[in-house]
């Protein structure tokens, strides 16, 4: 409504108004505006990304800054694509991003189903379930370890208080069938909530009146739930993988505190193995081609999932 | 908006509760359980089976926060009673304090690390935010999406050259280097929130502000700002939880000077072994503020952790 009158007084668009009074012009002031955070990220992210580029091409080690630097072209790529320990950590970063995804979503979508029954202190029981995704990830790693320990740590003892085993014959941490398994629990138990909130926001945008159609059409529940609800959460349910998914496949702080990588390296997900060849064996290029590799594996995985999330939510 | 039209029956709505209170009794366990060890001899930590009854202590507490040693007989005998209750509570083991841990130090980076890029988040983000949400800015989308992009990359892809590029520039394990990369980390996070709390406000306000005679700048901070004030708040909330709660570029840029409290607490060892106490004494102090922050943030939580790409 001001708008319009504005519009009527002066004649002209807010933006010119603007210009006519005094100090800067909205142009000017735009770019001052925008300019210090782009430059920052310019600096802080850009320009190490591009020099991890050119890094990739070499033969340089961070500890050994005195020794010739060579340009060996594609050879780290190339022995990186051909090392079979690579592929290994590849497997079980793909095993743990499975598993959590699947996990997160059944429950992160059955705990979103059932809060929208709209129960009495829902909202406070939401919130102590959020609570998790808050912490830091290595503090939490670092005390589930202690969780974790047979005997003395509260998983084993419930575990085996449930079905009856003995809490010290197993180690989650400790075996390498189970260290998996011990990731996968405790990324889990951090975010599922997170899912559960983005279906929630799902589920409450759904209008009711989709329902009371249906309700008219005489469509049983079962089908309500297959035909409206599923397809209408699905956009929000996508979006969360996204997120998921981009966040696992760079996981590092809660597995390093939590298993290390070990036992062997079964729990080696490709950050941790990275973060091996770039700080502790100190092959500078043969890494940076490695950072390379993953972050086009990720911004390209990520490209073609938003064109499918797309298409969905345009459906 | 209700979600469904036949409001839930008594029997379902009943079902619904005891699935949800029963998932949030069981994930709130861990944390219970690591606040109640905090309070726990390190003896009564270390129990089998893991007990749930014990006499609180505040020895895990005085650990954390200092070192201790263990002396001989002759030596204990030599340094006199214990004076205070700290005093006497490691003397029981035959032990005496040696001075402050680093757990205070290392508390204090996290502090002012993490209130430092906050601040400098918010300032950059609430000038960049505005500009995307009032002004025509040339490829607005492009440089949008290019800000979100910076949050997809791993740590440790860039952490060689910022490791490189800060000792040159001697920013290596200072405060301002950790300030300057936890605000470009948090950057996008910032810009993109912020754009959302903007975009909500309508644009008459500052219309007429701009008749009265005020400045674009005058009426961004008299008009904008004051009506911002809660989505600043609460994005700043944010960038300091994730500031707070980071890892990776701290266990790697950092080794003393300005180490932050998560690459620390698991490194908290006892006189013998780990002692359990003193690090779950160390979690608890660095978790509560942020479980704090989360049951203050509720309404914001959703927007926050997505970017703004989600609403409730």
């Keep these: 409504m001001l708008k319009s009158t504005v519009d009527r007084v002066a004649g002209a ?48 080690r961070v500890n050994r800054p005195n020794a010739e630097v060579e340009f060996v072209g594609l050879k780290n790529y190339l022995s990186i694509l051909s090392d079979k320990d690579i592929w290994l950590t590849m497997q079980a970063t793909a095993h743990f991003l499975i598993w959590t995804i699947v996990l997160q979503v059944l429950i992160g979508f059955s705990l979103a189903y059932l809060i929208n029954k709209k129960f009495r202190g829902n909202d406070l029981w939401t919130t102590i379930i959020v609570l998790p995704m808050m912490l830091s990830p290595a503090v939490v790693g670092n005390f589930w370890t202690f969780l974790y320990q047979p005997q003395i740590g509260l998983f084993n003892y419930a575990v085996g208080f449930l079905t009856g085993a003995d809490p010290s014959s197993f180690s989650m941490i400790g075996d390498v069938s189970l260290a998996p398994w011990a990731i996968i629990i405790v990324d889990t138990w951090m975010w599922t909530p997170f899912v559960m909130l983005i279906c929630l926001a799902g589920l409450r945008s759904i209008p009711s009146s989709i329902y009371e159609a249906a309700e008219c059409d005489r469509a049983s529940k079962w089908r309500q739930f297959w035909t409206i609800t599923i397809p209408l959460v699905l956009p929000f349910l996508m979006l969360a993988v996204l997120f998921r998914g981009i966040e696992n496949f760079k996981m590092f702080d809660l597995v390093v505190q939590l298993t290390g990588g070990g036992p062997g390296s079964i729990t080696e997900l490709t950050s941790i193995n990275l973060k091996r060849e770039a700080f502790e064996k100190w092959r500078t290029g043969y890494a940076s081609a490695y950072a390379v590799i993953l972050f086009v594996t990720v911004f390209g995985l990520a490209s073609i999932y938003v064109k499918a999330l797309n298409k969905v939510k345009q459906r | 908006m209700s979600y469904s039209v036949t409001e839930p029956s008594r029997r379902q709505k009943w079902f619904a509760g005891i699935l949800v209170v029963g998932y949030a009794l069981i994930t709130i366990l861990p944390l219970v359980w690591i606040i109640a060890t905090s309070f726990k001899s390190p003896s009564d930590a270390i129990a089998y089976p893991p007990k749930t009854f014990f006499t609180p202590t505040v020895e895990g507490y005085v650990n954390v926060f200092t070192t201790r040693t263990r002396l001989t007989e002759e030596q204990l005998q030599a340094v006199g009673e214990p004076q205070t209750w700290y005093d006497k509570l490691v003397r029981k083991d035959g032990l005496v304090i040696s001075g402050p841990s680093r757990f205070a130090e290392r508390f204090t980076n996290s502090v002012i690390i993490g209130f430092g890029s906050t601040v400098l988040c918010i300032v950059l983000g609430t000038a960049a935010a505005y500009a995307f949400s009032r002004f025509k800015v040339p490829l607005k989308d492009d440089l949008l999406f290019f800000i979100l ?57 500052e219309e007429a502000a701009l008749i009265d005679g005020y400045t674009r700048f005058q009426a961004f901070y008299k008009v904008v700002l004051p009506q911002a004030a809660t989505g600043i708040a609460s994005t700043a909330i944010f960038c300091l939880i994730f500031a707070w709660n980071e890892y990776a570029f701290a266990v790697l840029l950092t080794s003393g000077n300005a180490q932050t409290a998560p690459p620390f607490i698991p490194t908290i060892i006892g006189v013998s072994g780990q002692d359990w106490p003193a690090v779950a004494a160390g979690a608890t102090l660095f978790l509560v503020p942020v479980m704090v922050f989360t049951i203050l943030l509720r309404k914001h939580l959703l927007r926050g952790i997505t970017f703004g790409a989600v609403r409730k």
Excluded: C, Q
Aim: proline share 7%; aromatic share 12%.
């Design chain 1, 13 to 60: 668009t807010p933006h010119a108004i603007a210009k006519r009074v005094r100090g800067l012009s909205d142009r000017s002031l735009a770019w001052l505006f925008v300019a210090p955070s782009i430059v920052l990220l310019l600096a802080v992210n850009i320009f190490p990304l591009i020099w991890t580029v050119r890094l990739s091409f070499t033969n340089f």
């Design chain 2, 149 to 205: 992009s910076t949050r997809m990359m791993p740590p440790i892809a860039v952490a060689i050259p910022i490791f490189l590029m800060f000792r040159s520039l001697g920013l290596n394990d200072t405060h301002a280097g950790m300030i300057l990369l936890y605000t470009a980390v948090n950057l996008s996070l910032s810009v993109w929130l912020l754009k959302g709390f903007i975009d909500e406000i309508p644009v008459e306000y």
